[in-house]
């Protein structure tokens, strides 16, 4: 549970790139908010729009951007540092390869979060889904390639998979699996905690698509999940006296953070509680 590489190593670049000298990172470098809280300590700047960065670097997040946003960046004068985690880099050569191929790019995930946007923008006409009524409304197309954002559960990425050959049977429809394995991880340990448990915590950034796809697998077990950010958010009358409680968090959590709930689970009122830590 908790920070995959991918996270770690974002963060420390920060720290590094902040030590040297002023640094912007465009957009949420990790979606969780004690990180960033972090980041703005040490002097990075964080900014949304990319004319608004006022230092000469700019840092591209963990969740990567497109090769049309990085050259307009340097067009306007920014040195680009990438701090893509390397199992998004490639999902993009993933689609790429597809598209090269011949196939009519589709990708799997929320159309919305940055890192889906950093896979389309390279590709006009990619098309995005996340249901299976999605899906129905596709145009029929004579081959479709498709990737998922890395943070998607691999089993709903398969469910749609199906769909989509079942919807089209006359197309090709070539899938690459690009659902990072730290994700795939923490599905199943969360998916087997969660099962022998009375409550589980699941630890995370509020804007995580990773963490709120591990309140949903542990919701799928178990009848009593609560998402929190900080300690401060635990209250204590989630746990009764006899409970099994689990500990989850998502790959942006820090160690920190996850140490200080279970510190506080252990101080709740007669310290009735044993947390199950284990490494979902």
Not at 51 to 78: C, F, K, N, Y
Not at 147 to 157: D, G
Not at 186 to 199: G, H, K, Y
Request: overall charge negative.
């Amino acid at each position: 549970m908790g920070m995959c590489f991918g996270v770690r190593d974002a963060i420390e670049l920060a720290h590094e790139r902040a030590a040297a000298g002023p640094v912007t990172v465009l957009g949420d470098l990790v979606h969780n908010e004690t990180v960033l809280a972090d980041l703005r300590g040490r002097g990075v700047l964080i900014r949304q729009d990319a004319s608004d960065i006022p230092t000469q670097e700019v840092l591209i997040t963990a969740h990567g951007a497109s090769d049309r946003r990085m050259e307009g960046l340097r067009q306007l004068g920014l040195t680009v540092i990438e701090a893509t985690c390397p199992l998004v880099h490639r999902a993009h050569q993933a689609l790429k390869k597809l598209v090269a191929a011949g196939f009519h790019p589709l990708v799997i995930g929320q159309a919305s979060h940055v890192e889906v946007r950093g896979l389309t923008e390279d590709h006009p006409g990619c098309e995005v889904v996340l249901t299976e009524s999605e899906v129905d409304q596709l145009p029929e197309r004579p081959r479709y390639g498709v990737v998922s954002q890395t943070t998607q559960p691999v089993a709903r990425v398969r469910e749609l998979i199906i769909h989509l050959r079942h919807k089209f049977p006359g197309s090709e429809v070539r899938w690459i699996d690009t659902v990072c394995q730290p994700t795939k991880d923490r599905q199943t340990a969360a998916e087997n905690l969660a099962s022998r448990c009375d409550v589980v915590l699941v630890i995370g950034g509020i804007h995580s698509n990773n963490t709120r796809r591990l309140v949903d697998t542990c919701k799928s077990r178990c009848a009593r999940v609560h998402w929190l950010q900080t300690p401060n958010d635990l209250d204590p009358a989630w746990i009764r006296e006899t409970d099994t409680v689990g500990i989850t968090a998502g790959t942006s959590t820090p160690d920190s953070v996850i140490e200080a709930i279970e510190a506080a689970l252990k101080d709740l009122p007669s310290q009735r509680v044993n947390p199950q830590t284990e490494a979902a």
